[in-house]
């Protein structure tokens, strides 16, 4: 990379239907199946953003909302405006790695298919719920034709931040996976060729990409859209500063509950961690301004399909 270009980057969107963050908290998610505020609300806005940006992004759709014909002329106008749709599983299970091979192929088969029914193109990419990856998975991926996959998360605060998770959600999640393992904090934090039995290593022969969300460099602190909304712009800036010295590559992950208006809406119930869905609207939407003009200054955004083009497998 010449020293004048700028890193490449994708920008992400996690596009959870408000059942999914619901069903997290133990609350019914049916009644927001079909009219779903982060569809009605979340997808428009975002795209307005990306447009006057001029970013290309990557939307990460479970196949469970792919279903629903009122949330179909969204998701095609995302592929209209020339973004990328990915897998996020069909069902959204937050426990994903302690799922069997049977089952987890299932559920990326059955995503592809409400996927492709719905807007005409078959995913590439895949992001497991909840971060939470595992050997089977990234087997299934690469016999099922995946060019990547998306779901490392390389920190060692993983076990800590099951335990904030446990605790906000009263601790419905206790006994499950998010968040990956510990050795995944050792994983390299650009886009690599991902070993299938150790995920957090890279395998130069392997088919699979794997593009992990960007962490801080130095502490591999999580920074996504959701934590920023919290911490505020500055948070993002100052690890963005050092992943420019360090001429690294982002990977930034919003969620479309991030631009939606909740006021008036229950996503959590009493539980804790309902405090975080309460930030206005205005400063939720200036954040987000604010982190996407920092991106946009600073890394060349690209498709996230673009990836495992430009890391191509050796001759043998």
């Known amino acids: 990379m010449e020293a004048t270009e700028k890193p490449r ?36 806005n975002f795209l307005a953003l990306f447009e006057r940006f001029q970013i290309p992004a990557t939307f990460f759709v479970a196949g469970r ?46 995503s592809q298919e409400a996927i492709r029914g719905a807007v005409g193109t078959t995913p590439v990419g895949f992001r497991a719920p909840g971060y939470d990856l595992s050997p089977a998975l990234l087997s299934e991926l690469i016999d099922l034709g995946f060019h ?27 006994k499950r996976a998010q968040y990956g393992r510990l ?23 392997s088919p699979l990409v794997e593009i992990p969300i960007t962490t801080s460099p130095l502490l591999r602190l999580p920074f996504h859209g959701s934590i920023a909304i919290t911490l505020g712009i500055k948070h993002v800036e100052r690890i963005v500063a050092v992943l420019i ?16 208006d909740l006021l008036g809406v229950n996503v959590a119930g009493k539980q804790k961690g309902g405090r975080f869905f309460n ?28 990836w495992p083009d430009r890391l191509s497998l050796p001759e043998i």
Not at 289 to 305: C, G, K, M, P
């Open 9 to 44: 980057g994708c920008v992400h969107v996690d596009l959870d239907g408000l059942w999914a963050i619901r069903e997290c908290y133990g609350l019914p998610g049916n009644d927001f199946l079909v009219h779903d505020p982060i569809y009605e609300q979340g997808v428009p």
């Open 65 to 110: 909302d792919a279903d629903v014909p009122e949330k179909q002329e969204q998701l095609r106008d995302i592929v209209r405006r020339g973004h990328e749709i990915a897998n996020h599983s069909y069902s959204h299970q937050i426990g994903f790695s302690r799922l069997g091979r049977t089952e987890i192929r299932a559920e990326l088969e059955r």
């Open 148 to 174: 990547y996959d998306s779901s490392l998360l390389p920190t060692f605060f993983g076990p800590a931040l099951r335990m904030i998770a446990r605790y906000l959600s009263g601790s419905l999640i206790a």
């Open 183 to 205: 050795a995944y904090g050792r994983a390299p934090l650009q886009p690599y060729r991902v070993n299938t039995n150790r995920p957090w290593r890279e395998d130069t022969r």
């Open 245 to 260: 010295r360090r001429r690294l590559p982002i990977t930034y992950v919003f969620h479309g509950i991030d631009l939606v």
């Open 279 to 306: 930030v206005p609207f205005d400063e939720k939407h200036r954040i987000v301004e604010e982190i996407l003009a920092l991106l946009t200054r600073n890394f060349s955004l690209v498709l996230s399909r673009s």
